[in-house]
């Protein structure tokens, strides 16, 4: 504690000044290589979200918290993590959490106050700060209901800045990600102006705008206890009596990003925006699009430990079928490394396209395709994909489950991975199939337009298979495209997925995009 306590003074002393040294020396962190050190002062960035692997992850943006600091970490920033301490946190993770301190905050217009607890944790040179308080964070899940959600975030946001005036930790940057964040910045420049964490600047990365923490005026207002001028229709005001808590985040942050140059194009349009296109618009001017990466550390098939058979590009073509046949034994589909195997790893939601999957998966059993799905989410994709599960038990699997280890199994077993979405901010998915010489089928939208080139059978180009529209018929015809190539012309196949993993879908390019913003920005 008192070590900590001592940081955190030096951290406030060295703020706003060219700190030569780390403020915390991060234990465990390893060395950095001179030559890769970049020159400019360190900047301070706090990282804010509502999910963070290894901790707790639903989709992408928990894979995102992950790698990103680890990332910028090698741009010369000291990235920290504050996120809150859910109840279904692991035991094991649970366990290494140290108390720093505790008070109590107002929060609501009529002053309602709450405890705040925070705890910390350090996992490969980023340290975590973890908000405890049992009334919010204890459902099984991190995310339940809005009527339980809207109050939670509200809550989670405020407290934010309060720990880090109580840390005495001042970032230069708080980067928040996606709407459960969205009230930071309101507060940043509202309540929290005249304290020393209002002299921090804001970014707000939108993952997924179709979730906006929309409730009506007086609840939000309630629970947030803001100032009524925050809810005009330039910041949260949403509709007539709506307000949206990203909407907030959007309008007060200094800088927004989105994670792909396609999406950030998209937003801007009424299909795409949800509601926000023209506030969007309204704020281009500071609207970045960078696309994610992956941790080629996590996802690394020349070590993954959940594989039967390690491989790089250079052993693919030999040793990935062995990867293959394990998983058609694991999944009790036929043992056979001859069929086409196509796999889709998903939230089950209608945001991935699952309609079309479903119109068409009929035809893609051919006698010589077999079909594997691992999601979990709406009950009417789940019941489908189990009814097509078990009437055709020897060529469609489907595990209603999230199982982290089968994943990695996935991408490494099956031949080709569809990621069929309605819209697709990025898009990890396809990025990891890559790296595991797995051909993507993608619909051309969003991170999938950005990431996955289309395979041009003239020049002998391209990472993937592609179609435009939101029709069925495109997504079989591309499916068929993929298995005419993978059936008549392995070469060009083998050429394909070897191209793949050699593609670059690590962060660095990526982070340094964001330092680059940092220091634009400070
Ligand atoms: P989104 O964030 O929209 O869900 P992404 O493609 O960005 O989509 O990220 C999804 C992440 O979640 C990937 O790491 C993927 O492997 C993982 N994932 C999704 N569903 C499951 C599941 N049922 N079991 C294990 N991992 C899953
Ligand atoms: C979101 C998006 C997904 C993106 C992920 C991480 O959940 O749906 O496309 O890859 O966030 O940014």
Known sequence: MAEIVKAAEAAVKTAGTKAKKPVKKAGGMKKPDPAAVIPEPRRKICFVGSECFPFIKTGGLGDVMYALPRALIRQNCDVRVIMPRYECIPEKFQRQMKFLGEFNMDLCADGREFYVGILESELDGIVYYFI?????FSWGNPYTDLVKDIPKYCYFDKAVLAVLNYLEWIPDIIHCHDWQTGLVPVYLRTLFAGTPVGSAKSIITIHNLRFQGIYNVPTIQYWSGLPGYAFDYTTLKQGYEDASM???????????????????????????GDGLDSHLRHHSGKLHGIVNGIDVEIWNPRTDSCLKTNYSYRTVLKKKREDKLALQKRLGLEENEDKFVIGLVS??????????VNAVLAEFLDGNTQFVVLGTGEARYEDSFRGWAS??????????????????QIY??????????LFEPCGL?????????????????????DTVMPYNEFTDEGNGFTFD???????????????????????RWNEIVVRDMKKDVSWENSARQYHDLYLQLT
């Open 412 to 421: 490494a077993g099956a031949d080709a991975f569809l990621v069929p979405s």
């Open 246 to 272: 990203f909407k907030g985040g959007l309008a007060y942050a200094n800088l927004i990003t989105t994670v792909s140059e396609t999406y950030a194009e998209e937003i801007q349009t009424p299909f795409y």
């Open 391 to 408: 009437a055709h038990p020897e060529s469609v699997s489907a595990t209603i489950a999230y199982a982290d280890d089968l994943s990695h």
């Open 469 to 491: 529209r939101y029709e069925a018929g495109l997504l079989l015809d591309a499916v068929i495209r993929a298995k005419t190539v993978y059936f008549t012309e392995r070469d």
């Open 132 to 136: 405890d308080n049992q009334e919010f």
């Open 347 to 356: 939230r089950l939601t209608d945001q991935k396209g699952l309609d079309l």
């Open 429 to 449: 998915t396809q990025l990891i199939a890559m790296h595991y010489g797995t051909v993507p089928i993608v619909r051309e939208t969003g991170g999938l337009k």
